[in-house]
């Protein structure tokens, strides 16, 4: 008979044979160590987006409005960072992290948005 053990503590295993773990704990904390460099990178991407959704939405009060794109350089924004772009039918692209959004205009002006139950 083959001993096995728990591929995270070493614990020696009794059950089924395609055991790998003795307890949820362990299964959760080998995938987590396996997953790490994933989930450090995704968190990170996750803040960014936070950060700029916060930045649209504390200067952008009201739904709309145009500001400098200096403004938003100086409070942080990223604009590497969007969660989806929407393509007008005259071939505008609005780019948006999560409901607040932004398109370009001229001059290094900014015109942000709030997205409207419309725009999918």
Known sequence: MENRTC???????????????????????????????????????????RKNRRILAKLNPNGKKTVDGITLAEEGFNFHYFTNIYHTQKGSKYFFCYDFGYIKLENDQYMLVQKQDYVR
């Open 7 to 49: 591929n995270e503590c070493g614990t020696k295993l009794s059950g089924r044979k395609d055991q790998k773990f003795c307890s949820d704990y362990c299964r959760n904390s080998f995938n987590n160590k396996i997953n790490e460099d994933a989930n450090a990178t995704v968190r990170r991407i996750n803040a960014i987006l």
